[in-house]
């Protein structure tokens, strides 16, 4: 599977942006996808994540300010992100895997990331 982010860019505190994630390759293998950032000197977290079936987690950090949602396919993901914070700087990965343990997991496809800058 290959992911391909886009969508980042830089904008001030309070503002919105959107990201998108193409999947493509052997997307029938894909039941969770997510989203994951990277801070400067910090590890890669858990943003949100969606499986199949729509179900949705969220990092409590960005509960009620970002929303994940994805195509009919299983072949895109988005990440709305509305509030932004500076907090919220990193760059942004796309993830997808055939089980749940995306981070982690020995199956797990990632994108080449996209960089988020939130000004104060």
């Known amino acids: 599977v290959q992911l391909v982010e886009s969508g980042g860019g830089l904008v001030q505190a309070g503002g919105s942006l959107r990201l998108s994630c193409a999947a493509s390759?052997?997307?029938?293998?894909?039941?969770?996808m997510g989203w994951y950032r990277q801070a400067p000197e910090k590890q890669r977290e858990l943003v949100a994540t969606?499986?199949?079936?729509?179900?949705?987690n969220y990092a409590d950090s960005v509960k009620g300010r970002f929303t994940i949602s994805r195509g009919n396919a299983m072949n895109t993901v988005y990440l709305q992100m509305n509030s932004l914070k500076p907090e919220d700087t990193a760059v942004y990965y796309c993830?997808?895997?055939?089980?749940?343990?995306?981070?982690?997991?020995?199956?797990?496809?990632w994108g080449q990331g996209t960089r988020v800058t939130v000004s104060s």
């Open positions: 993830a997808a895997a055939p089980g749940p343990n995306l981070l982690t997991g020995s199956l797990t496809s």
């Open positions: 390759g052997s997307i029938f293998s894909i039941n969770y």
């Open positions: 969606i499986t199949r079936a729509s179900s949705t």
